[in-house]
């Protein structure tokens, strides 16, 4: 089955610097690719999703990159700001919808 | 427009008894995931239920069961509850399978703490 990654763990940045946030995935047939973001005592929401017939994705700071050759992609946010400060989980799922895999997690502190 | 509902929010319950959590999916949507996430982990996919029948399933014991009524709504239920069932219980709604692959949203939780 489907076997996804994150790194890092745990990220800290200053306000206003850029995050970025690795996956890889095991299972080639994989197709959809979303970004969830998930507040303390939250639910997790989703920020933004990928395609694999897409290469990348763009939505104001946030953009997600997609290597389907190297089975990778990456959540980039920019100008960070202190409400960015959650957990970002990365997701995968073959072909058909969900159940989506998901990533550990990483921790992201925006430091004013 | 409701969103994902879930009930409790918050339960507590001792070791060996069973619990039901609840899930009201959003409005159009039809299939319903549920997902367990233990503390600083993330969402490990438990079953999925679509047309009232259960259509994949985690690495999940057979404790965890399920149920769909006919209004798309769902249930969990866990029997002989152990310490480790102690989690953050999700509910994610979404299109039916077979259409191209739609957003899951989620529900803000059921929080499970086994004593």
């Known amino acids: 089955g489907e076997n996804v990654e994150q790194h890092p763990s745990t990220l800290s940045v200053q306000e206003g610097d850029s995050a970025v946030i690795k996956c890889t995935y095991s299972?080639?047939?994989?197709?959809?690719f979303p970004w969830y973001k998930q507040e303390l005592g939250k639910r997790p929401q989703l920020i933004i999703d990928i395609r694999s017939n897409v290469g990348e994705k763009k939505d104001q700071r946030i953009a997600v990159t997609l290597n389907k050759t190297a089975k990778h992609f990456s959540l980039h946010i920019t100008e960070t700001q202190p409400e960015d400060s959650a957990v970002y989980f990365c997701?995968?799922?073959?072909?058909?919808?969900?159940?989506?895999?998901f990533g550990k997690g990483t921790r992201l502190s925006v430091i004013a | 427009d409701a969103g994902v509902t879930q009930s409790p929010t918050h339960l507590i319950k001792t070791r060996g008894q069973q619990v039901t959590l609840r899930c009201s999916p959003k409005s159009g949507h039809d299939t319903v995931s549920w997902y367990q996430q233990a503390l600083g982990q993330g969402p490990q996919f438990i079953f999925q239920?679509?047309?009232?029948?259960?259509?994949q399933r985690g690495n999940f014991p057979d404790r965890f069961s399920g149920h769909q009524f006919p209004n798309y709504s769902s249930e969990l239920n866990v029997n002989a509850l152990l310490l480790g069932d102690s989690a953050l219980y999700l509910c994610?709604?979404?299109?039916?399978?077979?259409?191209?692959?739609?957003?899951?949203?989620f529900g803000q939780g059921t929080r499970l703490t086994v004593v």
């Open positions: 299972d080639s047939a994989s197709n959809y």
């Open positions: 994610a709604s979404s299109l039916s399978p077979g259409k191209m692959n739609t957003e899951a949203f």
């Open positions: 239920y679509y047309e009232e029948e259960e259509r």
């Open positions: 997701a995968a799922t073959p072909s058909g919808n969900t159940p989506l895999v």
